[in-house]
């Protein structure tokens, strides 16, 4: 069992930054990756970023965040980051962390993502 709670979520201008964290809490959180999936109002919950354990396999959704958002992981601490910058009205979403087992083939796949955290909402003003 693994839990998630995400933080930082708040309103900005565009341009801005945020840092999104989420702590897990579980014996078995070393065999996880970690991801962040979004929300948009009115829309599916698509993939954002994720990291495995050891950190040598990171992914982003595409050249819509790569470049701009920036996924760390602090093992020491069961924590989850995603450091965003250079927010646009489109990063608009609620931001939720998930844990997928490491050894899934695909991390962008929402399928595979066994635990979630609430959401933490993000909103970015024009």
């Known amino acids: 069992q693994v839990q998630l709670a995400e933080s930082g979520g708040g309103l900005v201008q565009a341009g801005g930054s945020l840092r999104l964290s989420c702590a897990a809490s579980?014996?078995?959180?070393?065999?996880?990756?970690l991801g962040w999936f979004r929300q948009a109002p009115g829309k599916g919950r698509t993939f954002v970023a994720a990291?495995?354990?050891?950190?040598?396999?990171?992914?982003y959704v595409d050249f819509s965040v790569k470049g701009r958002f920036t996924i760390s992981r602090d093992n020491a601490n069961n924590t989850v980051t995603l450091q965003m910058t250079s927010l646009k009205p489109e990063d608009t979403a609620v931001y939720y962390c998930?844990?997928?087992?490491?050894?899934?083939?695909?991390?962008?796949?929402?399928?595979?993502?066994?635990?979630w955290g609430q959401g933490t909402q993000v909103t970015v003003s024009s």
């Open positions: 990291i495995n354990w050891s950190a040598n396999r990171i992914y």
């Open positions: 579980g014996r078995t959180f070393s065999t996880y990756a």
């Open positions: 998930g844990a997928v087992p490491q050894a899934s083939y695909d991390y962008s796949k929402i399928s595979e993502y066994i635990y």
